[in-house]
């Protein structure tokens, strides 16, 4: 099937809990014929995070796990570029290195600008006093008033960022592996998919924030199975969406 690099989104009308579990099974159909590489590729990935942990609590950093952890959500989807290839079943695609660069560094600033304004509310809060380590950070949040409004009001600031960053990025990426296509209109026509189908991928945004939530609280572990899964489902949404097989 021949679709034009600027072909928009279909809408797609059945119900998004049913769309949703048909990516998800697809996308662990691919985990079970792909065990070996998955594993690899999720595991390395926490690796690398356990590795960037360590290097906050060696210099003290601590406190800005929380954020950081956060703002990693804007930017994992690029975690998962090197799966597309395996879901698609093409050994052809090529990704648009500067074009995937380009939608990076802006994913970046999300993260970045999300960091620095919870730095920001948190010294209205609690002014200019020293971080103290993680430990105590969470337990002044979750154990005061005070850290219960911070709390409230960092996930719908932090949402805001996590949402905007969803929508240029949940087909974007897998786009720019599979069109000859600029960072910008690719972003734009991930937009335009999830306004377009916006109970479907508010569903499917909310299954991507449980399992990568479950995925950091059993200590990164479970983020071995969840990455490869996702990125999987990831491509199987898009080729539905755009191409019109999942």
């Given at each position: 099937?021949?679709?034009?690099?600027?072909?928009?989104?279909?809408?797609?009308?059945?119900?998004p809990?049913?769309?949703?579990?048909?990516?998800?099974?697809?996308?662990?159909?691919?985990?079970?014929?792909?065990?070996?590489?998955?594993?690899?590729?999720?595991?390395?990935l926490?690796?690398?995070?356990?590795?960037?942990?360590?290097?906050?609590?060696?210099?003290?950093?601590?406190?800005?796990?929380?954020?950081?952890?956060?703002?990693?959500?804007?930017?994992?989807?690029?975690?998962?570029?090197?799966?597309?290839s395996?879901?698609?079943?093409?050994?052809?695609?090529?990704?648009?290195?500067?074009?995937?660069?380009?939608?990076?560094?802006?994913?970046?600033?999300?993260?970045?600008?999300?960091?620095?304004?919870?730095?920001?509310?948190?010294?209205?809060?609690?002014?200019?006093?020293?971080?103290?380590?993680f430990?105590?950070?969470?337990?002044?949040?979750?154990?005061?008033?005070?850290?219960?409004?911070?709390?409230?009001?960092?996930?719908?600031?932090?949402?805001?960022?996590?949402?905007?960053?969803?929508?240029?990025?949940?087909?974007?990426?897998?786009?720019?592996?599979?069109?000859?296509?600029?960072?910008?209109?690719?972003?734009?026509?991930?937009?335009?998919?999830?306004?377009?189908?916006?109970?479907?991928?508010?569903?499917?945004?909310?299954?991507?924030?449980?399992?990568?939530?479950?995925?950091?609280?059993?200590?990164?572990?479970?983020?071995?199975?969840?990455?490869?899964?996702?990125?999987?489902?990831?491509?199987?949404?898009?080729?539905?969406?755009?191409h019109?097989?999942?």
């Amino acid at each position: 099937m021949t679709v034009s690099v600027y072909t928009k989104a279909q809408v797609i009308s059945d119900p998004p809990a049913r769309v949703v579990k048909r990516w998800l099974q697809a996308g662990w159909g691919d985990v079970k014929r792909n065990p070996g590489y998955s594993l690899l590729y999720g595991g390395s990935l926490v690796v690398l995070g356990w590795i960037c942990i360590a290097a906050l609590m060696l210099n003290d950093l601590g406190w800005v796990l929380l954020p950081l952890l956060a703002g990693g959500v804007l930017v994992g989807p690029l975690a998962t570029i090197g799966l597309y290839s395996v879901a698609s079943g093409k050994t052809g695609l090529r990704a648009a290195t500067g074009q995937i660069t380009l939608v990076g560094v802006i994913l970046m600033v999300f993260a970045l600008i999300w960091i620095r304004a919870a730095t920001v509310m948190f010294a209205i809060v609690y002014g200019l006093r020293p971080f103290s380590s993680f430990a105590d950070t969470l337990l002044l949040l979750i154990t005061t008033p005070s850290g219960w409004a911070l709390l409230i009001a960092g996930s719908l600031v932090g949402g805001l960022f996590a949402a905007l960053g969803f929508a240029v990025s949940a087909f974007s990426l897998p786009m720019l592996i599979d069109r000859k296509i600029d960072g910008f209109s690719a972003m734009g026509l991930s937009f335009n998919a999830t306004t377009h189908n916006f109970k479907l991928c508010l569903c499917w945004g909310a299954i991507i924030t449980l399992l990568t939530l479950v995925g950091i609280l059993s200590g990164l572990l479970g983020l071995v199975v969840v990455f490869p899964l996702l990125g999987y489902a990831t491509w199987h949404a898009y080729a539905e969406l755009f191409h019109g097989d999942a």
